[in-house]
């Protein structure tokens, strides 16, 4: 069964990898994708997720997401399903008793829960952003101890 959170973050792929014009065009490319809703409740999910129209390079009006530079548009979108089968994580970066974690727009928030509620003894905590999770590592743990905890916890880290 399809979510909310599942449609909402299939819309937000769609809006940020093809250029679209109308309310029309959403619901087609939703239909694709699987989910089957009302105009009404398209509306809502655009408001809900701050969607706005913006002038394209084209000239066109086509909808955009609040932060523009975190769904950067592509040229050759793949299909929804593969883009979101793509694992968050990209990179992890050491200094000190500290570690930055870099995920894809939108991951660092889900990644950083399961790293603090999977109770790695290493990791003091976390703080996440967008794309980026900063986490505190305790002073007896060495770099290869972490990677190896947090490769049981993050999905295709390596």
């Given at each position: ?71 950067k ?46 109770n ?8 996440a ?30």
């Open positions: 069964m399809k979510t909310k959170k599942d449609r909402l973050e299939t819309l937000r792929m769609i809006i940020s990898s093809r250029e679209m014009g109308s309310q029309e065009e959403l619901l087609v490319a939703l239909q694709k994708e699987g989910f089957q809703l009302t105009q009404a409740t398209l509306s809502r999910d655009l408001k809900q997720l701050k969607v706005a129209k913006a002038a394209s390079m084209g000239g066109n009006y086509v909808y955009v997401l609040p932060n523009v530079a975190m769904y548009r592509i040229s050759s979108p793949a299909q929804v399903k593969e883009m979101m089968q793509v694992p968050g994580f990209l990179s992890i970066q050491f200094s000190g008793n500290m570690g930055v974690i870099k995920t894809r727009p939108g991951y660092a928030s889900s990644i950083a829960y399961n790293i603090d509620n999977s790695i003894p290493y990791i003091l905590g976390t703080i952003g967008d794309d980026t999770i900063f986490i505190v590592i305790s002073e007896a743990a060495s770099e290869h101890d972490v990677v190896s905890a947090l490769s049981k916890v993050v999905p295709n880290m390596f």
